[in-house]
């Protein structure tokens, strides 16, 4: 069974950089799951910020952190990591890491309901 460890959240200033990091176990590989990164803000829907449907094609990043954030992977560790930049008050939420199979294309971002497997979440939180 798969499971998902988040770390790297934390308190920063707007303008800062943070990184998240997702440790997977369970899962011989990566390859062949979709794999990426969702958030919730209290009192907000959750949504994707960037994923991974395959490890053979380009990521998939949300309009609001294009540019700002990017999502990498090292397959020899299982993980996969968030790199955080120009951070803003709006990207205050708890972070997740997530892993699914049958997930095509941009649905790794924009359908987030249909990962099977959560980390417990890190919270992220951009503050003067």
């Known amino acids: 069974q798969a499971q998902l460890v988040e770390s790297g959240g934390g308190l920063v200033q707007p303008g800062g950089s943070l990184r998240l990091s997702c440790a997977a176990s369970g899962l011989s590989s990566l390859n062949g799951y979709a794999i990426g990164w969702v958030r919730q803000a209290p009192g907000k829907e959750r949504e994707g910020v960037s994923c991974?449907?395959?490890?053979?094609?380009?990521?998939y990043y949300a309009d609001s952190v294009l540019g700002r954030f990017t999502i990498s992977r090292d397959n020899n560790k299982n993980t996969i990591y968030l790199d955080m930049s120009d951070l803003r008050p709006e990207d205050t939420a708890t972070y997740y890491c997530?892993?699914?199979?049958?997930?095509?294309?941009?649905?790794?971002?924009?359908?987030?309901?249909?990962?099977?497997?959560w980390g417990q979440g890190t919270q992220v939180t951009v503050s003067s």
């Open positions: 991974f449907s395959s490890s053979k094609r380009p990521p």
């Open positions: 997530a892993v699914g199979w049958d997930i095509i294309g941009s649905a790794c971002r924009d359908l987030p309901e249909r990962y099977q497997t």
